[in-house]
């Protein structure tokens, strides 16, 4: 079982793949921890990363999710393309897009610290995402719910 949590900065990714990992039992990667350090460094000057940017770190992503019979991996996946990329080296994954609205992901990120992802790119993260085709292997999942209520509907979704 691999599954990917994504959505935009702030959308509760790594806490909800946390807490979903602990319900299945197995292993949570967070792939900010895959980012090359120059990744890190233009988020955190407030500079959206390219898609040329991006490619090497959804490979590591995609490559990470193949050295794993099952994990759950935290990962923006905003764009059809990142999917796409992932899915090359782990084709089973399925995605949970975690969904609010950015009023509600504001309030979050103003609450949030000690993270290299300024408040300012929530903008640029919902105008780079591309929602879920039909025919992608994934569901969304409202945020605007207590976190054990996602990770049951996630549960039932997978069907574990």
């Keep these: 079982m691999k599954i990917v949590v994504m959505g935009v900065t702030g959308c509760g990714k790594t806490t909800v793949?946390?807490?979903?990992?602990?319900?299945?039992?197995?292993?949570?990667?967070?792939?900010?921890?895959l980012h090359p350090e120059?990744?890190?460094?233009?988020?955190?000057?407030?500079?959206?990363?390219?898609?040329?940017?991006r490619e090497p770190w959804l490979q590591e992503v995609s490559k990470t999710l193949q050295k794993h019979e099952s994990v759950v991996v935290a990962?923006?996946?905003?764009?059809?393309?990142?999917?796409s990329t992932i899915l090359s080296g782990a084709p089973t994954t399925k995605?949970?897009?975690?969904?609010?609205?950015?009023?509600?992901?504001?309030?979050?990120?103003?609450?949030?610290?000690?993270h290299f992802m300024?408040?300012?790119?929530?903008?640029?993260q919902f105008e780079t995402l591309?929602?879920?085709?039909?025919?992608?292997?994934?569901?969304?999942?409202?945020?605007?719910?207590?976190?054990?209520?996602?990770v049951h509907e996630v549960v039932l979704w997978i069907g574990r």
């Design 17 to 33: 793949g946390i807490a979903l990992a602990k319900t299945l039992g197995i292993k949570f990667i967070d792939s900010d921890d």
């Design 38 to 53: 120059s990744n890190k460094k233009k988020m955190s000057s407030g500079t959206p990363l390219t898609d040329a940017d």
């Design 75 to 83: 990962c923006s996946a905003l764009k059809k393309s990142y999917r």
């Design 95 to 114: 995605f949970v897009h975690l969904s609010g609205t950015k009023e509600l992901i504001f309030a979050r990120l103003s609450e949030r610290s000690h």
């Design 118 to 124: 300024p408040i300012g790119l929530l903008d640029s």
């Design 130 to 150: 591309e929602p879920l085709s039909e025919a992608e292997s994934g569901k969304v999942f409202d945020i605007n719910k207590p976190i054990e209520e996602i």
